[in-house]
């Protein structure tokens, strides 16, 4: 099975900082990875799909890259409704596979 | 107006059974695969099986295969989740989802969360 690897695990930052989110995969996945925002209690909701393609509704503050192995999430400017825990997903090979999430906190 | 709407968690002794369904309305599962996603207590999200849009081709976590079965009612547009011989561990929040291949795969809609709880 292909392991993702996400870092870090826990982020504390402000509102306004740049965050980036990285995602390691144990294999080659091209570009098929998304990413998710959840919130306690909440179903995910997409991001980013094909690795760097923002879906239709995300905020534009929110952006992807990455090929291959490493794969990034970016928030540019971190608004409050943000916090949140972040998830990304390879989409390559079955069985699908999550990466452990990161929690974005206030600091 | 895209909707899954889930029902049939529940309380259930180790060992036993307990289907889930998701209706989907606003599309038809006749074109769109479908996930199962759960999530435990405090823990991450975890792909648990997919069904696609096809209605044959399957594919299962190994921690659930041959105890899970993913089916489909198109009459109804109803997926299904039968779990058997279930176990403490899988006590968890499951999500149903639609796969979007225009999407490389990844997914739009979720339903709302049921949990299940294995416990005697």
């Known amino acids: 099975d292909i392991q993702l690897t996400q870092s870090p695990s826990f982020l504390s930052a402000s509102v306004g900082d740049r965050v980036t989110i990285t995602c390691r995969a144990s294999?080659?996945?091209?570009?098929?990875v998304a990413w998710y925002q959840q919130k306690p209690g909440k179903a995910p909701n997409l991001l980013i799909y094909?690795?760097?393609t923002l879906y239709s509704g995300a905020p534009s503050r929110f952006s992807g890259g990455g090929f291959g192995t490493e794969f990034t999430l970016t928030i540019s400017s971190l608004q409050p409704e943000d916090f949140a825990i972040y998830y990304c997903q390879q989409l390559n090979t079955y069985p699908l596979t999550f990466g452990g999430g990161t929690k974005v906190e206030i600091k | 107006q895209v909707l899954l709407v889930q029902s049939g968690g529940g309380v259930v002794q180790p060992g036993k059974s307990l289907r889930l369904s998701c209706e989907a309305s606003?599309?038809?599962?006749?074109?769109?695969?479908m996930h199962w996603v759960r999530q435990a207590p405090g823990k991450g999200l975890e792909w648990v099986a997919v069904?696609?849009?096809?209605?044959?081709?399957?594919y299962y976590a190994d921690f659930v295969k041959g105890r899970f079965n993913v089916s489909r009612d198109t009459s109804k547009n109803t997926l299904y989740l039968e779990m058997n011989s279930l176990r403490a561990e899988d006590t968890a929040l499951y999500f149903c989802a639609r796969l979007d291949l225009a999407l490389s795969g990844a997914s739009d809609f979720w339903g709302q969360g049921i949990p299940v709880t294995v416990s005697s």
């Open positions: 606003g599309f038809s599962l006749d074109n769109y695969g």
């Open positions: 094909g690795a760097s």
């Open positions: 294999q080659v996945i091209s570009k098929y």
């Open positions: 069904l696609w849009y096809d209605g044959t081709t399957t």
